[in-house]
């Protein structure tokens, strides 16, 4: 498979708990984006990368939330004492240089109890 | 900031043509594209618009006006398995390439 491909597809965690997601991009583009998207809303964005250089973070991302990509390969976001408003699907995204088509993963739903 | 209107669902037959609006207000503009969402699916991405006119891609079509702050998409010959979520989608900035999506169009189509 070729495709953006996320890990893992489920998460269930307690309150204050601290979480990690993966996401490997497709493998000739340099963009990887992070987007949330709850349940009847379009995705949200919250931080793009080109290559392994952070270019964006969005200002609704508190300092709970950190991404990093080493190497300019996979991508991991992490958020740090989960709270329950950050349940949500958590979306990668990954693009050409171009950014026209964005190619999305399958995301990772996380639920805090 | 920038926001994007678009309808909440709409409801139509199989065979049919439906259009699916989307007016935006951005402060700055880079083109209009467009995904589709499944229930429990990933967005795939259908088009995209820079410049004023139509683009079509086989049953989807894909218009935009940037003096009316408009676009919309058509879907032609409606088949079963469109029936899904639709977003528009603005590119925020000519060097960062973050989209901002509308809250999405639900589709219904029926026998």
């Known amino acids: 498979d070729t495709g953006v491909s996320q890990d893992p597809r489920h998460k269930i965690t307690k309150r204050g708990q601290n979480v990690t997601f993966r996401c490997d991009p497709i493998s000739e583009h340099n963009r990887l984006y992070w987007y949330r998207q709850t349940l009847g809303q379009g995705p949200e964005f919250l931080t793009y990368?080109?290559?392994?250089?952070?270019?964006?973070k969005s200002r609704l991302l508190s300092d709970r939330f950190s991404a990093e990509r080493p190497k300019g390969s996979f991508s991991t976001l992490e958020i740090q004492r989960t709270e329950q408003g950050d349940s949500a699907m958590y979306l990668c995204?990954?693009?050409?240089?171009?950014?026209?088509?964005?190619?999305f993963g399958p995301g990772t739903r996380l639920t805090v109890t | 900031g920038q926001s994007l209107e678009q309808p909440s669902e709409v409801t139509a037959v199989e065979g049919a043509i439906v259009q699916i609006n989307c007016t935006y207000q951005?402060?700055?503009?880079?083109?209009l594209s467009w995904y589709q969402q499944h229930d429990g699916g990933a967005p795939t991405f259908l088009s995209y618009?820079?410049?004023?006119g139509l683009e079509e891609t086989g049953r989807f079509s894909s218009f935009l006006s940037r003096s009316d702050s408009y676009g919309y998409l058509l879907l032609q010959e409606l088949q079963m398995k469109d029936s899904a979520s639709y977003f528009c989608a603005v590119r925020d900035g000519a060097g960062f390439q973050k989209l901002v999506f509308g809250t999405g169009t639900r589709l219904l189509v029926s026998p």
């Open positions: 951005t402060s700055g503009f880079y083109g």
């Open positions: 995204a990954s693009s050409l240089v171009d950014g026209i088509e964005q190619y």
């Open positions: 990368f080109q290559n392994e250089a952070q270019l964006e």
């Open positions: 618009n820079a410049l004023d």
